[in-house]
C-alpha cells in the first residue's frame, strides 16, 4: 500500500523525544521556545507562537486580529475546513473567495471583484485568509494591495507550505500579511505529532496569542491589574483563553525535524518533477509553479481531463485503491459540506472551485515515496485511466 501523505522519522528525531522524556519537562519547558526561535529564524519572521495545532493557531490569530461577532472572514473554498472554522469559532460569519483555475489559490481578480460588490453592501471583510493551497503561496502581493485599499486585515494559511518560497522569500516572513499559521500533522512538510504554529512580525499580535493560547493568563507585570500587595499570585487571567499549549515532546521533535526541511523540500520538488516526466502522455493536467514560486509540495495534484478518457473520476480512485495506491481528493469546497450547506450555501457557488473538485485527484508524495514505488504509482495511474 502506498499512502498519499507520510511522515518521516530518523533516529535523531527519535532521540531528540526521548531526551525530553528523561529531562524536567514535559511541557512548558524549554524546547518550545527553542522550538519558536528555530522557526521563526527559518522564515524570517520576528515572532513565532507554538501552539497544539494549526487549527488552535488559526482560531487564536482571528481572536488576536479583533474577529468578532458580527465580523465577516474570507477564505477559498479548496482548502481543509479548519480554514474556515476558525472565524466560526470567534462568532464571525464566513465567506469563500473561488479560485484560480491554474494554481487552486484564491483567485486575486475574483476577491478584487467581491470586495467592490462587498463595499457598496457595507459588508466588507475583516480578515481574508490566502490559503498556500498543496505548498504554493497565493499572489500575496496582489493580496496585500487590496488589503490596503480596503482595509482587511490578512492571515495565511501556510498549512501545506512551510520550507516554500514567494519571490525567492520564505512563506512565512509575514512581508504581506499580518500573521501566518502553519500546521505539523504528520502528512504536512514536518511533523510534531499533532501542533501548529502561528509567526508574526507585530509583537501586539504575537504576545495576545500568547496569553490566549494559555487560558488567557499573564505573568507580564505591565498586563497585570493592580490588587493589594498580600496577594501572592504572580499570574493573573486577563481575559478567557484556552489550554492550546504545545508539549516539549512535540517541540523536540518538531525542532528535529526542521533540521531536515530542506531537504524534505528538495526531495518533493525532485518527486514532482519526475512525475511530470512519468504523467506526461496521460490525459490530465499536472500542477503549475509560477517563476517566482517554489512550492513546499504538500500536495502533489493532478486533474483529470474528462473528456479524453472514459473513466469517470470515482471509478479511477477504485481502481487505484485496487492497485494499492491510495490516492485522496483534496478538498471538496468547503461550503459543500453539511455544516455550511445548514448556512444557506448552495452548490454551484465557486464554480471554478467545483469544477476543480470534480477533476482532482491527489497522487502520493512524500519524502520517503522511493522511485520505484513512484513508477508503480505512474504505471498503476495509467491503467486506471484506460
Ligand atoms: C492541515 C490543515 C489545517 C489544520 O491543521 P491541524 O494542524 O491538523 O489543525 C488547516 N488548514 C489547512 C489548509 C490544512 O491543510
Partial sequence: MIPYGRQDISQEDIDAVTAVLKSD???QGPAVPRFEQTVSNYCDAKYAV?????TSALHIACLALGVGKGDVVWTSPITFVASANCAL???ASVDFVDIDAQTYNMCPERLAEKLAEAKKIDKLPKVVIPVHMCGQSCDMERIYKLGQQYGFKILEDASHAIGGRYN??????????DIAVFSFHPVKIVTTGEGGMAVTNDE???KRMRVLRSHGISSALEDMHER?????WNYQQIELGFNYRMTDIQAALGNSQMVRLDDFVTRRQFLAMRYESLLSNLPIITPI???NQYSAFHLYVVRLKLSDTNRNQREIFESLKDRGVIVNLHYIPVYRQPHFEKMGFLAGYCPKAEEYFSEAITLPLYPGLTEFQ???VASSFEMALS
Fill in 289 to 291: 509553479q509560477r517563476a
Fill in 89 to 91: 469559532y470567534c462568532g
Fill in 168 to 177: 525567492g522569500l520564505p512563506i512565512g516572513n509575514c512581508q504581506f500579511s
Fill in 374 to 376: 513512484q513508477d508503480q
Fill in 50 to 54: 507554538a501552539v497544539n495545532s494549526a
Fill in 204 to 206: 501586539h499580535l504575537a
Fill in 228 to 232: 493589594s500587595p498580600d496577594e501572592i
Fill in 25 to 27: 519537562f514535559l511541557t
